[in-house]
T-cell receptor, first 115, second 114 residues
Framework: GENVEQHPSTLSVQEGDSAVIKCTYS??????FPWYKQELGKRPQLIID?????GEKKDQRIAVTLNKTAKHFSLHITETQPEDSAVYFC??????????????FGKGTHLIIQP | DSGVTQTPKHLITATGQRVTLRCSPR?????VYWYQQSLDQGLQFLIQ???????AKGNILERFSAQQFPDLHSELNLSSLELGDSALYFC?????????????FGSGTQLSVL
Protein backbone atom coordinates (compact mmCIF):
# COMPACT_ATOMS: atom_id res chain seq x y z
CA GLY A 1 0.00 0.00 0.00
CA GLU A 2 0.85 3.67 -0.04
CA ASN A 3 3.30 5.14 2.47
CA VAL A 4 3.60 8.89 3.02
CA GLU A 5 6.54 10.40 4.89
CA GLN A 6 6.30 13.99 6.13
CA HIS A 7 9.04 16.32 7.37
CA PRO A 8 9.67 18.07 9.63
CA SER A 9 7.48 16.95 12.51
CA THR A 10 7.76 20.40 14.09
CA LEU A 11 8.55 23.69 12.37
CA SER A 12 8.96 27.01 14.13
CA VAL A 13 9.21 30.19 12.05
CA GLN A 14 9.09 33.90 12.74
CA GLU A 15 5.90 35.69 11.80
CA GLY A 16 6.24 37.01 8.28
CA ASP A 17 8.75 34.38 7.22
CA SER A 18 8.03 31.46 4.88
CA ALA A 19 7.41 27.86 5.90
CA VAL A 20 7.98 24.75 3.81
CA ILE A 21 6.72 21.26 4.62
CA LYS A 22 7.82 18.29 2.54
CA CYS A 23 6.27 14.91 1.84
CA THR A 24 7.31 11.85 -0.09
CA TYR A 25 5.08 9.02 -1.23
CA SER A 26 5.78 5.47 -2.30
CA UNK A 27 3.01 4.49 -4.72
CA UNK A 28 3.75 5.82 -8.21
CA UNK A 29 0.06 5.29 -9.04
CA UNK A 30 -1.01 7.98 -6.57
CA UNK A 31 -2.48 10.91 -8.45
CA UNK A 32 -4.11 13.20 -5.91
CA PHE A 33 -2.29 15.08 -3.15
CA PRO A 34 -4.28 17.21 -0.72
CA TRP A 35 -3.10 19.16 2.30
CA TYR A 36 -5.21 19.43 5.44
CA LYS A 37 -4.86 21.89 8.30
CA GLN A 38 -5.91 20.91 11.81
CA GLU A 39 -6.08 23.57 14.48
CA LEU A 40 -5.85 22.50 18.10
CA GLY A 41 -8.93 20.56 19.14
CA LYS A 42 -10.60 20.96 15.76
CA ARG A 43 -11.29 18.86 12.70
CA PRO A 44 -8.94 18.64 9.69
CA GLN A 45 -9.86 20.99 6.87
CA LEU A 46 -8.66 20.96 3.28
CA ILE A 47 -6.52 23.97 2.43
CA ILE A 48 -5.16 23.08 -0.99
CA ASP A 49 -4.77 20.08 -3.27
CA UNK A 50 -2.98 19.14 -6.46
CA UNK A 51 -3.46 16.48 -9.08
CA UNK A 52 -0.67 14.55 -10.75
CA UNK A 53 -1.07 16.33 -14.09
CA UNK A 54 -0.13 19.65 -12.50
CA GLY A 55 3.30 20.65 -11.18
CA GLU A 56 2.32 23.62 -9.05
CA LYS A 57 -0.78 25.25 -7.63
CA LYS A 58 -1.13 28.48 -5.74
CA ASP A 59 -3.87 30.00 -3.59
CA GLN A 60 -2.97 33.38 -2.11
CA ARG A 61 -0.19 32.74 0.45
CA ILE A 62 -0.27 28.97 0.02
CA ALA A 63 1.31 26.96 -2.77
CA VAL A 64 1.92 23.29 -3.40
CA THR A 65 4.50 21.78 -5.74
CA LEU A 66 4.64 18.23 -7.03
CA ASN A 67 7.57 16.29 -8.47
CA LYS A 68 6.18 13.02 -9.79
CA THR A 69 9.54 11.70 -10.87
CA ALA A 70 10.97 12.04 -7.39
CA LYS A 71 7.62 11.23 -5.76
CA HIS A 72 7.59 14.22 -3.47
CA PHE A 73 5.39 17.24 -2.93
CA SER A 74 5.70 20.30 -0.74
CA LEU A 75 3.54 22.93 0.92
CA HIS A 76 4.81 26.49 0.90
CA ILE A 77 3.29 29.18 3.12
CA THR A 78 4.55 32.73 2.62
CA GLU A 79 4.19 35.74 4.91
CA THR A 80 3.18 33.51 7.80
CA GLN A 81 0.65 34.81 10.31
CA PRO A 82 -0.31 33.69 13.83
CA GLU A 83 -3.44 32.00 12.50
CA ASP A 84 -1.25 29.70 10.42
CA SER A 85 -0.21 27.92 13.63
CA ALA A 86 -1.66 24.40 13.37
CA VAL A 87 -0.81 20.83 12.42
CA TYR A 88 -0.56 20.30 8.68
CA PHE A 89 -1.10 16.91 7.09
CA CYS A 90 -0.13 15.91 3.59
CA UNK A 91 -1.89 12.98 1.96
CA UNK A 92 -1.82 10.86 -1.17
CA UNK A 93 -4.49 8.88 -2.90
CA UNK A 94 -4.80 6.79 -6.02
CA UNK A 95 -7.75 5.94 -8.14
CA UNK A 96 -7.71 2.33 -9.25
CA UNK A 97 -10.34 1.05 -11.61
CA UNK A 98 -13.52 0.36 -9.69
CA UNK A 99 -12.94 2.62 -6.76
CA UNK A 100 -10.78 5.13 -4.98
CA UNK A 101 -8.59 4.12 -2.09
CA UNK A 102 -8.79 6.16 1.07
CA UNK A 103 -6.32 8.93 1.70
CA UNK A 104 -2.98 7.94 3.20
CA PHE A 105 -1.85 10.75 5.47
CA GLY A 106 1.59 11.77 6.61
CA LYS A 107 2.09 12.00 10.37
CA GLY A 108 1.73 15.75 10.40
CA THR A 109 3.84 18.85 10.91
CA HIS A 110 3.23 21.11 13.88
CA LEU A 111 3.79 24.62 12.55
CA ILE A 112 4.49 27.24 15.19
CA ILE A 113 4.48 30.91 14.23
CA GLN A 114 6.65 32.94 16.60
CA PRO A 115 5.54 36.57 17.10
CA ASP B 1 -19.39 23.65 10.88
CA SER B 2 -18.67 21.04 8.19
CA GLY B 3 -22.18 19.58 8.17
CA VAL B 4 -20.89 16.17 9.27
CA THR B 5 -22.27 15.11 12.64
CA GLN B 6 -20.59 12.61 14.91
CA THR B 7 -21.90 11.23 18.17
CA PRO B 8 -20.95 10.86 20.89
CA LYS B 9 -18.18 13.46 21.28
CA HIS B 10 -16.56 11.55 24.11
CA LEU B 11 -16.71 7.92 25.11
CA ILE B 12 -15.06 6.29 28.10
CA THR B 13 -15.18 2.54 28.42
CA ALA B 14 -13.26 -0.45 29.73
CA THR B 15 -11.11 -3.03 28.02
CA GLY B 16 -13.05 -5.86 26.46
CA GLN B 17 -16.15 -3.75 25.88
CA ARG B 18 -17.92 -2.91 22.64
CA VAL B 19 -18.90 0.56 21.46
CA THR B 20 -20.67 2.10 18.48
CA LEU B 21 -19.75 5.42 16.95
CA ARG B 22 -22.25 7.19 14.75
CA CYS B 23 -21.82 9.54 11.81
CA SER B 24 -24.28 11.52 9.73
CA PRO B 25 -22.76 12.84 6.49
CA ARG B 26 -23.40 16.21 4.93
CA UNK B 27 -26.72 16.46 3.15
CA UNK B 28 -26.25 15.10 -0.36
CA UNK B 29 -22.99 13.28 0.33
CA UNK B 30 -23.09 9.61 -0.57
CA UNK B 31 -19.67 8.55 0.65
CA VAL B 32 -18.53 8.17 4.24
CA TYR B 33 -15.01 7.55 5.48
CA TRP B 34 -13.72 6.56 8.91
CA TYR B 35 -10.30 7.61 10.18
CA GLN B 36 -8.47 6.93 13.43
CA GLN B 37 -6.17 9.62 14.82
CA SER B 38 -3.59 8.85 17.48
CA LEU B 39 -0.46 10.71 18.52
CA ASP B 40 1.95 8.05 17.29
CA GLN B 41 0.16 6.92 14.12
CA GLY B 42 -1.37 10.15 12.89
CA LEU B 43 -4.50 9.90 10.74
CA GLN B 44 -5.11 6.33 9.62
CA PHE B 45 -7.72 5.45 7.02
CA LEU B 46 -10.02 2.68 8.23
CA ILE B 47 -12.82 2.19 5.75
CA GLN B 48 -14.98 3.92 3.13
CA UNK B 49 -18.60 3.40 2.16
CA UNK B 50 -20.44 4.67 -0.86
CA UNK B 51 -24.22 4.63 -1.00
CA UNK B 52 -24.47 1.75 1.43
CA UNK B 53 -21.68 -0.41 0.06
CA UNK B 54 -18.10 -0.82 1.16
CA UNK B 55 -15.83 0.98 -1.31
CA ALA B 56 -12.33 0.73 0.16
CA LYS B 57 -10.68 -0.75 3.20
CA GLY B 58 -7.59 0.46 4.98
CA ASN B 59 -5.92 -0.49 8.24
CA ILE B 60 -9.09 -1.63 9.95
CA LEU B 61 -8.73 -4.34 12.57
CA GLU B 62 -10.91 -7.44 12.43
CA ARG B 63 -12.38 -6.39 15.79
CA PHE B 64 -13.76 -3.30 14.06
CA SER B 65 -16.64 -3.22 11.63
CA ALA B 66 -18.73 -0.57 9.97
CA GLN B 67 -21.81 -0.15 7.87
CA GLN B 68 -23.70 2.55 6.03
CA PHE B 69 -27.46 2.52 6.28
CA PRO B 70 -30.11 3.40 3.65
CA ASP B 71 -30.41 6.90 5.10
CA LEU B 72 -26.63 7.18 4.52
CA HIS B 73 -25.62 7.51 8.14
CA SER B 74 -22.80 5.23 9.18
CA GLU B 75 -21.79 3.39 12.31
CA LEU B 76 -18.37 2.15 13.34
CA ASN B 77 -18.44 -0.75 15.78
CA LEU B 78 -15.39 -1.42 17.91
CA SER B 79 -15.34 -4.64 19.94
CA SER B 80 -13.04 -6.39 22.41
CA LEU B 81 -11.54 -3.00 23.08
CA GLU B 82 -7.91 -2.69 24.07
CA LEU B 83 -6.00 0.18 25.65
CA GLY B 84 -4.36 0.87 22.31
CA ASP B 85 -7.72 1.58 20.70
CA SER B 86 -7.89 4.85 22.60
CA ALA B 87 -7.87 7.52 19.91
CA LEU B 88 -9.87 10.20 18.17
CA TYR B 89 -12.13 8.69 15.54
CA PHE B 90 -13.13 10.94 12.66
CA CYS B 91 -15.85 10.46 10.14
CA UNK B 92 -15.65 12.34 6.86
CA UNK B 93 -17.95 12.57 3.89
CA UNK B 94 -17.83 13.54 0.24
CA UNK B 95 -20.34 13.66 -2.56
CA UNK B 96 -19.32 10.67 -4.68
CA UNK B 97 -16.22 9.31 -3.02
CA UNK B 98 -14.18 10.17 -6.10
CA UNK B 99 -10.43 10.53 -5.92
CA UNK B 100 -10.10 14.29 -5.91
CA UNK B 101 -13.13 15.20 -3.87
CA UNK B 102 -12.74 17.35 -0.80
CA UNK B 103 -13.39 15.51 2.43
CA UNK B 104 -15.50 17.18 5.08
CA PHE B 105 -14.60 15.95 8.53
CA GLY B 106 -16.82 15.71 11.56
CA SER B 107 -15.62 16.92 14.94
CA GLY B 108 -14.64 13.41 15.99
CA THR B 109 -15.36 10.98 18.82
CA GLN B 110 -12.70 10.81 21.49
CA LEU B 111 -12.55 7.21 22.72
CA SER B 112 -10.80 6.43 25.98
CA VAL B 113 -10.35 2.78 26.90
CA LEU B 114 -9.41 2.33 30.55
Amino acid sequence: GENVEQHPSTLSVQEGDSAVIKCTYSDSASNYFPWYKQELGKRPQLIIDIRSNVGEKKDQRIAVTLNKTAKHFSLHITETQPEDSAVYFCAAKRYSGGGADGLTFGKGTHLIIQP
Amino acid sequence: DSGVTQTPKHLITATGQRVTLRCSPRSGDLSVYWYQQSLDQGLQFLIQYYNGEERAKGNILERFSAQQFPDLHSELNLSSLELGDSALYFCASSVHGATNEKLFFGSGTQLSVL
